[in-house]
């Protein structure tokens, strides 16, 4: 069974757009390579979860 990712995420002034694959903080875009947006999102996705180095990769 698969984990429907949600559409955002929001976490003090920050705003995680999945779908369009942003970041925001107080409606201003902050650039983020595609890199770091994954891990961003990985971290995000499994807060509270100790991650090892073979679940970022």
């Known amino acids: ?3 429907p990712r949600k559409h955002f995420y929001e976490f003090a002034p920050f705003r ?3 779908e369009n ?3 925001l903080r107080d ?3 902050i650039p983020l ?3 770091a947006f ?6 995000v996705e499994n807060r ?3 991650l ?3 679940d970022l990769m």
């Open 1 to 3: 069974m698969s984990n």
């Open 16 to 18: 995680l757009d999945v």
């Open 21 to 23: 694959r942003l970041l």
């Open 27 to 29: 409606d201003a875009v």
């Open 33 to 35: 390579k595609k890199k």
């Open 38 to 43: 994954d891990t961003l999102l990985i971290l």
């Open 48 to 50: 509270g979860q100790v």
């Open 52 to 54: 090892t180095k073979e």
